[in-house]
């Protein structure tokens, strides 16, 4: 069994290609640095080096692949330009769909987002079916995202493209080597105790059970259906709780207010467009994303795909326990 995977040394796509490899699966990842993959990746991967605009190399990569799992994307909170990110995530997107295609692949997993779906306003988880519109989408990720996912949906009406799509929450769990915005979280409450919080709320999910979860939609997913991996529904002030208690720090304390985190937000993006930091703490996006309890059920792909998925204290713990032996809680 051949397999093509983009976004493998991802957090996501580090864990799948354990799984992968586990399950005898012969692997090409196509990645932009193969050194930095060797560091990551000590599984048995062919790495042809290219990004999503790259023809030639996604033409390589697929190379009598039956199957492809769609993980990459440029997930950042903060970019001066847009149009970087729209066109690895949806023009990327669509040229890899394009020479799937042609490369006669049978099967695809392509790797969505629950941020393109809806929140449902009272606060009760939402579904697969939650509506949204691109007017809804706040950052630009979020935007590119969503029409990425569109153009895959397009693709399977009009052309046959064999793809099942997967819309994971927040994962969380050991391999968070960059780390994400939300392990970037957890590593500084795990340090300091987290003693701010904003009144906001996200479904986490150990990042093992959504990696898992994409080869169970390899085999059972239908075609053309969405399925989100997710695990349990927590406020960021419990979820900075459950990892105080684990590092045995205070643990938060004062809500921030609502009209801090815009200043916050404004500041940190004044400075940032001024060149004079990288990456803001905080975003005006982000803000706004802030103000939504973003709660999803993982109903539909557990009674479909056999999904299962752990207590998010088990991925906090994991987590933290990753950090510590990379000696990054110092």
């Known amino acids: 069994m051949n397999v093509m995977i983009t976004g493998a040394t991802g957090l996501i ?3 799948l290609v354990k799984i992968l490899a586990g399950q005898g699966f012969n692997i090409k990842a196509l990645v932009r640095d193969e050194s930095r993959a060797r560091e990551l990746i000590d599984d048995p991967v062919e790495f042809v080096c290219g990004n999503l605009n790259d023809e030639a190399a996604i033409e390589k990569a697929l190379n009598g692949c039956e199957f492809l799992f769609h993980l990459a994307a440029d997930y950042r909170l903060w970019v001066p330009d847009p149009e970087v990110m729209t066109r690895t995530n949806v023009e990327g997107t669509r ?4 020479k799937a295609l042609e490369a006669g692949v049978e099967r695809i997993v392509y790797t969505s987002s629950v941020c393109v779906l809806g929140c449902n306003n009272d606060g009760s988880p939402a579904n697969e079916e939650a509506s949204s ?12 995202k969503f029409l990425a996912e569109k153009l895959v949906m397009e693709m399977f009406r009009d052309e046959g493209l064999p793809v099942v799509i997967v819309n994971p929450s927040t994962p969380v769990g050991p391999g968070d080597s ?40 390899l085999k ?13 529904n927590l406020s960021l002030k419990d979820l900075f709780a459950m990892t105080a208690r684990i590092t045995h720090k205070p643990g938060p304390k004062f809500k921030v207010p609502v009209a801090v985190m815009y200043a916050a937000g404004f500041i940190g993006e004044l400075l940032a467009k001024q060149g004079l930091i990288k990456n803001p703490v905080a975003t005006m996006d982000s803000v706004r994303m802030a103000s939504k309890k973003m709660y999803y059920s993982s109903d539909r792909a557990e009674k479909e795909l056999g999904y299962t ?3 998010a204290a088990e991925a906090v713990e994991d987590a933290v326990r990753w950090f510590r032996k990379r000696r990054m809680l110092n």
């Open 13 to 15: 796509g580090s864990r």
């Open 95 to 98: 040229l890899l769909m394009r």
């Open 133 to 144: 519109s691109v007017a809804d989408m706040i950052s630009p990720y979020k935007k590119s």
């Open 178 to 217: 960059r780390p994400t915005p939300t392990g970037t979280m957890i590593l500084n409450t795990a340090r300091d105790g987290g003693m701010f919080y904003a009144d906001t709320g996200l479904n986490v999910a150990h990042v093992d059970d959504i990696a898992l979860g994409h080869l169970l939609a």
């Open 220 to 232: 059972n997913g239908k075609l053309g259906r969405r399925y989100i991996l997710g695990g349990d």
């Open 309 to 311: 998925h752990r207590p």
